[in-house]
């Protein structure tokens, strides 16, 4: 079978709910991860050829991709911050302003001023911010908890194949008993999390590649209630982070305010709200006063 006329094939099926560059890409990434094939090989060799069982896996990924899947969970695989993570419909497909989230941790430079670093990621999902920060402080002890049995099962893999440690723990982070963890029986250095954000109302500006694939139990809050986890894990960080600890959060874009107050509220000091790249108030820093 001509590549090309496998690619005509994905345009016909998916221009109509996808731009045209954005199939190319798709058509690309799954060439890519079968057959190592890059987008210039069909340039230089238009009528390149693979066999029709090697079109199998392609032609498969087409129709879960008509369905709005993922690209991320049609080919099980994703990358951020430099890592490749394998991800499945039990987490969250990690995004890029998670990355900025990542990075200004990492900009905080706590490591130089104390080692090792006890780290805790709440909401962990796939691992990626876990496992992105055992990578860049190397001799930090680094903890992920998830409610998701499965999505626990995901961060040990991806652990694994990125070789560092992370003690990854089941646990509903809304009724956990601190005293009764092991894990938390020492107070942590910095505390991160990406919980559930996105309001019940909110549910009509996404895409459906979102809303029918990805877990709800990480993405969804009441409307009434919207900064739930935050108040449990602020004053979860009161009582588990060291003096000048830190304390990170990703945030609903259209709760700044109510995040900055919040943090107050619960005796951080040094407050700090943060942009990302497309200009959207999606993350913040809070300091726990000594």
């Given at each position: 079978m001509r590549l090309k006329d496998i690619q005509n094939t994905f345009h016909e099926a998916l221009d109509a709910d996808y731009e045209k560059p954005e199939v190319d890409h798709f058509f690309f990434m799954i060439c890519d991860y079968y057959f190592n094939?890059?987008?210039?090989?069909?340039?230089?060799?238009?009528?390149?050829?693979?066999?029709?069982?090697?079109?199998?896996p392609v032609l498969e990924a087409l129709e879960s991709l008509k369905k709005h899947e993922p690209i991320q969970y049609v080919l099980k695989s994703t990358e951020f911050f430099g890592l490749e993570f394998q991800v499945n419909?039990?987490?969250?497909?990690?995004?890029?302003?998670?990355?900025?989230?990542?990075?200004?941790?990492?900009?905080?430079?706590?490591?130089?001023?104390?080692?090792?670093?006890?780290?805790?990621?709440?909401?962990t999902g796939s691992g990626c911010i876990a496992i992105a920060v055992a990578k860049h402080f190397e001799n930090a002890n680094v903890f992920g908890v998830d409610i998701s049995e499965d999505a626990i099962g995901v961060a040990k893999h991806n652990a694994e194949l990125n070789n560092v440690t992370v003690n990854f723990i089941q646990a509903d982070i809304l009724n956990v008993d601190p005293t009764l963890v092991s894990d938390f029986s020492l107070p942590f250095d910095i505390i991160i999390s990406n919980p559930p954000y996105v309001r019940e109302q909110e549910k009509l500006q996404m895409k459906a590649n979102v809303l029918n694939h990805e877990p709800h139990q990480a993405l969804f809050v009441e409307d009434h209630d919207p900064l739930k986890f935050y108040k449990v894990i602020s004053e979860f960080a009161k009582i588990n982070l060291v003096e000048g600890g830190l304390l990170f959060f990703e945030i609903n874009e259209f709760l700044g305010e109510e995040m900055v107050a919040l943090l107050i509220e619960h005796h951080f000091k040094a407050v700090e709200l943060r942009k990302d790249m497309f200009k959207r108030n999606r993350m913040i820093k809070g300091i726990k006063k000594i």
């Amino acid at each position: 079978m001509r590549l090309k006329d496998i690619q005509n094939t994905f345009h016909e099926a998916l221009d109509a709910d996808y731009e045209k560059p954005e199939v190319d890409h798709f058509f690309f990434m799954i060439c890519d991860y079968y057959f190592n094939f890059k987008r210039i090989t069909l340039a230089l060799e238009p009528e390149y050829r693979i066999s029709e069982a090697d079109a199998i896996p392609v032609l498969e990924a087409l129709e879960s991709l008509k369905k709005h899947e993922p690209i991320q969970y049609v080919l099980k695989s994703t990358e951020f911050f430099g890592l490749e993570f394998q991800v499945n419909n039990a987490v969250l497909i990690p995004r890029p302003e998670t990355e900025e989230l990542v990075a200004w941790i990492i900009e905080s430079g706590l490591d130089k001023i104390k080692e090792p670093l006890r780290i805790l990621d709440i909401g962990t999902g796939s691992g990626c911010i876990a496992i992105a920060v055992a990578k860049h402080f190397e001799n930090a002890n680094v903890f992920g908890v998830d409610i998701s049995e499965d999505a626990i099962g995901v961060a040990k893999h991806n652990a694994e194949l990125n070789n560092v440690t992370v003690n990854f723990i089941q646990a509903d982070i809304l009724n956990v008993d601190p005293t009764l963890v092991s894990d938390f029986s020492l107070p942590f250095d910095i505390i991160i999390s990406n919980p559930p954000y996105v309001r019940e109302q909110e549910k009509l500006q996404m895409k459906a590649n979102v809303l029918n694939h990805e877990p709800h139990q990480a993405l969804f809050v009441e409307d009434h209630d919207p900064l739930k986890f935050y108040k449990v894990i602020s004053e979860f960080a009161k009582i588990n982070l060291v003096e000048g600890g830190l304390l990170f959060f990703e945030i609903n874009e259209f709760l700044g305010e109510e995040m900055v107050a919040l943090l107050i509220e619960h005796h951080f000091k040094a407050v700090e709200l943060r942009k990302d790249m497309f200009k959207r108030n999606r993350m913040i820093k809070g300091i726990k006063k000594i």
